[in-house]
């Protein structure tokens, strides 16, 4: 069966937000992660735009039957693309979801990035990746800004819990990305 597939870059690399079949490492070149403010939310989404000297790691998976409909409204406010990434070597045809340019706002007080949101991302790079995905996660993602730690009553609606050592990652690399941002 030939189903087609997703790149994940953020979120849906963590595959405890979705059931989408066969998720495999994948890289992206030419894009660049960056968190940007939208009319849709008051807090960062994180998103893609085209940079010819990154490179981006994530995942793929299969959308059975071509059904896009549950990503789709999973990823409200995303415009979907073609995109051709990096699989083992092989280059795959698949699709990529950047926030739509008629629900980002631009020259606005920048909405602040959920800690719930981020924990999740970091968990999924961390699992995928080891620590080696999740600093080139923090290194190849512009736009950071302040943090609206609501680890104890998340708003994000896939979080998901950490462990003690996914937990002092995340605040590792956090602390190391605003530091380097003063």
């Known amino acids: 069966m030939n189903n087609p597939a997703f790149f994940g870059y953020g ?3 963590n595959l405890a937000t979705h059931t989408n079949a066969d998720p495999l490492p994948a890289r992206l070149a030419g894009w660049r992660r960056v968190w940007i403010t939208t009319g849709i939310r008051d807090a960062a989404f994180l998103s893609v735009e085209p ?3 990154c ?3 994530g995942i793929t998976a299969q959308v059975p039957g ?3 409909a549950m ?5 409200t406010g995303y415009d979907r693309h073609p995109v051709t990434v990096m699989q083992g070597g092989t280059a795959r045809d698949v699709a990529i979801y950047q926030v739509s340019p008629e629900v980002r706002i631009r020259n606005r007080v920048k909405a602040p990035i959920l800690r719930s949101y981020l924990d999740v991302v970091v968990q999924g790079f961390w699992q995928v990746y080891g620590e080696t995905g999740v600093a080139d996660l923090f290194a190849s993602t512009s736009g950071w800004r302040a943090i609206h730690d609501d680890r104890a009553a998340p708003a994000y609606p896939r979080h998901q819990r950490l462990t003690a050592a996914q937990t002092a990652l995340v605040d590792h690399y956090l602390q ?3 530091q380097g941002n003063r």
């Open 176 to 178: 190391q990305m605003m």
């Open 66 to 68: 071509g059904d896009w």
């Open 51 to 53: 940079d010819p000297s």
């Open 11 to 13: 979120s849906l690399v």
């Open 71 to 75: 990503l789709d409204l999973r990823e």
């Open 55 to 57: 490179v981006i790691d």
